[in-house]
């Protein structure tokens, strides 16, 4: 695994919302290329703002709706733009010394693919899985989805087309992948693919789509660097909005168990979920973006977050639509605001950036009850420490070697964090 990722916090945004693209309304894969990508470049001073140093992006290729249904993995959605305008967005990312991270679809494609038109017209169906019934080719597709049309993963053509297409996308200038439902991916597959592209990138780094499973096991067999770490997510969440941090503890012990085998991408918001401040509460954000800049991992900010912005994902046709929307122009233009929130980022992301051994470190738990946590993780003898309180009244807590209170707010006495309600505080030891 190359050593760059140790240090990249992820921005992570998804374009076609970001730019205000058409998303089903009189989309035309075909169309005259609308430049809107510099809509992108003028947040990445924003970016670097924060603190963070790396630009997770969803689809920018070539689709017929919300980007996960690509017809052509070498052209840049015209929605967006053109090779001009991806190309001046990369230029202008790495003069900031931001790292970029592509989103690769790679379990399925698009109806419209002309591999796929070729196939029903009577082609060889060499890249998809299905069978033809009375003549006709019924293709498997994506967890119900007809758009979506599954490829077949054990031939060597889908080998060839992923290779070809990752290693395309590295030349231009990116520095790895986002592995798209990787966990309905079988693990050879990626074992056949990865190594090939590192023979020609070692510096590659890839992060696979995995909801559930063996990550320890999934990460051996598939040859992948890092896995998505939804059960963290789902602790945090849970944990915070049902006033139960044992959930929260349990998830963090079962994180520490990963990061023997590979460092998980952690997160608390993303393209598929409601946003955090909409799960937890506006006032209890704080207290879940502690625990994501804490503990070892990988983290992202999903474009949004960082204000407060609240959202609600429903399972409806368009219901991601709210927590995928267009920004305004440039930062300057955001209104809606919640400036303890984006503090609280500016803090803790400056915390991490003074502390990169976090990065792979492990947590105690040093004190857990439904409404109360404290959690210290440590290096030799560097240690950062997390008190929360998420109960309607003031908490005293273990202070456990806790010294100087770098973000939140707490009083420190006799060995003890006193917390007011609904209170956090992080410490250097």
Not at 154 to 169: E, G, H, I, K, Q
Not at 174 to 184: T, V
Not at 374 to 382: H, K, N, S
Not at 391 to 404: K, R
Request: aromatic letters at 10%.
């Amino acid at each position: 695994m190359p050593e760059w990722p140790e240090h990249v916090l992820w921005w992570h945004l998804y374009p076609l919302g970001f730019v205000g693209a058409p998303i089903r309304d009189g989309v035309d894969p075909d169309a005259a290329p609308a430049h809107r990508l510099d809509r992108i470049e003028g947040w990445l001073d924003h970016v670097i703002e924060l603190g963070l140093n790396g630009l997770l992006l969803g689809p920018v290729f070539a689709s017929e709706t919300h980007g996960y249904d690509t017809v052509d993995h070498f052209r840049v959605d015209a929605r967006l733009g053109d090779d001009a305008d991806l190309d001046r967005l990369l230029a202008a990312a790495r003069e900031r010394g931001i790292r970029i991270l592509f989103d690769g679809v790679f379990n399925h494609v698009g109806r419209g693919h002309p591999a796929f038109q070729a196939v029903l017209a009577g082609g060889d169906a060499e890249l998809f899985r299905g069978s033809r019934v009375d003549g006709r080719f019924e293709p498997e597709v994506f967890e119900g989805h007809g758009a979506l049309v599954a490829l077949d993963h054990s031939a060597d053509a889908t080998v060839d087309l992923v290779v070809d297409v990752m290693t395309r996308w590295l030349e231009r200038g990116i520095d790895g992948w986002r592995l798209d439902a990787a966990y309905a991916v079988p693990s050879e597959f990626w074992a056949r693919v990865l190594p090939r592209v590192r023979e020609r990138f070692p510096e590659a780094w890839f992060v696979g789509e995995v909801i559930h499973g063996d990550g320890p096991a999934i990460v051996n067999a598939s040859t992948m660097d890092s896995l998505t770490q939804y059960e963290l997510w789902q602790g945090i969440w849970h944990g915070i909005a049902d006033g139960n941090f044992f959930e929260l503890s349990h998830a963090i012990e079962r994180h520490d168990d990963l990061l023997a085998t590979f460092v998980p991408q952690t997160f608390l918001g993303n393209h598929d979920v409601t946003r955090i401040a909409s799960a937890v509460g506006s006032d209890l954000v704080p207290h879940a973006i502690a625990v994501l800049f804490t503990v070892g991992g990988t983290p992202s900010v999903y474009a949004g977050d960082e204000f407060g912005w609240t959202a609600v994902k429903e399972e409806r046709e368009g219901g991601d639509d709210a927590v995928r929307p267009e920004f305004p122009a440039t930062p300057s233009d955001v209104t809606d605001v919640d400036e303890s929130i984006l503090d609280a980022h500016r803090a803790l992301i400056a915390l991490r950036r003074r502390h990169p051994w976090l990065w792979r470190a492990r947590t105690d738990v040093v004190e857990v009850t439904n409404t109360t946590l404290v959690l210290r993780t440590a290096v030799d003898d560097e240690a950062v420490i997390v008190a929360l309180n998420i109960g309607d009244s003031p908490a005293s807590l273990p202070a456990a070697d806790a010294a100087t209170v770098v973000a939140g707010h707490a009083t420190l006495s006799d060995s003890r964090v006193d917390l007011g309600p609904r209170g956090w505080a992080v410490f250097e030891a």
